[in-house]
């Protein structure tokens, strides 16, 4: 993450980080892009002066009183060749239903920038395609990966995060795991090829990155639960959870990730640490 100061680096990373997140409120652009002892009024200023410049454009999502902002055109022309694949961002997109799914997987984003403070690393990639075979595509919300210094030597994992509003049915949910364990298993074949192919997430991946539901909706844990029985008897599942690592979490809990235990396995329903006295649980 890098940290500035002055009023034109603070524009600079404010659309470089707004190019890889489409939107983000005030306070979180000061989270991501400012250093720590940035006073926020300031950023507010640098941000306005960036509007009125033509590069940023604001909206208020959720009767917030708090401005969430996103790149014009113009801002996106300002920083061209900076990120090889900006996530596009309108009005009509930021004030509509996407934005509230968008919203999930960077405040999950920004709550583990602020678990594991300052000197980590933490980054988050948006529908990355990931091959399944015969021309479809898995594309999980993120990909989120963090590497941090735990004593002398530096640890880092990756997850998959999934967001759910609760406007999907649970079997939709079961259905994104059973494609999950698809892509575990996939090779890419090329004809005129004896030899068998790498698994392609091994290519991608140092180590396979465990899934992370991310649930914003009321009664998050009663849906978490539904989704554990309805996915553990699921016969496609059923023998092959050691594979593919699943766990969950209530968006309202975020703010605790560096508590005892905030995740719960699936579907087991186990609580497991994320970060904690025990450090960075990496997945293998």
């Not at 306070?27 to 950023?43: D, E, S, V």
């Not at 508590?259 to 186990?270: D, F």
Request: with cysteine; net charge positive; proline share 5%.
């Amino acid at each position: 993450m890098t940290h500035t100061t002055s009023r034109t680096s603070f524009r600079i990373e404010t659309l470089a980080t707004l190019s890889r997140h489409g939107l983000l409120t005030t306070r979180q652009l000061h989270t991501l892009a400012a250093r720590p002892n940035a006073n926020i009024g300031w950023c507010r200023k640098v941000l306005a002066g960036a509007a009125a410049d033509g590069l940023l454009k604001h909206v208020h999502l959720s009767r917030s009183r708090e401005k969430s902002w996103y790149l014009t055109p113009t801002g996106f022309d300002a920083i061209a060749g900076i990120n090889t694949n900006p996530l596009k961002m309108t009005e009509a997109i930021a004030t509509g239903p996407t934005a509230a799914h968008l919203g999930v997987v960077n405040t999950f984003g920004i709550g583990a920038t602020e678990t594991l403070g300052p000197d980590a690393e933490v980054t988050w990639r948006h529908e990355e395609p990931l091959p399944l075979g015969s021309g479809r595509y898995l594309r999980p919300d993120a990909v989120l990966s963090v590497l941090t210094q735990q004593g002398a030597e530096l640890v880092g994992g990756e997850w998959f995060i999934e967001a759910d509003r609760g406007t999907e049915a649970i079997g939709i949910l079961v259905a994104k795991l059973a494609n999950y364990l698809t892509y575990r298993n996939y090779r890419p074949s090329h004809p005129g090829e004896r030899t068998q192919a790498e698994l392609h997430w091994r290519t991608r991946f140092r180590s396979w990155p465990q899934i992370l539901f991310v649930f914003d909706c009321p009664r998050a844990e009663t849906r978490i639960q539904r989704l554990a029985a309805w996915a553990g008897s699921d016969p496609r599942l059923k023998l092959h959870w050691n594979k593919i690592g699943v766990t969950a979490i209530a968006l309202d809990n975020v703010a605790h990730l560096g508590t005892t235990n905030p995740l719960i396995a699936i579907p087991t329903l186990e609580r497991h640490q994320w970060i904690g006295s025990a450090g960075l649980q990496t997945s293998s």
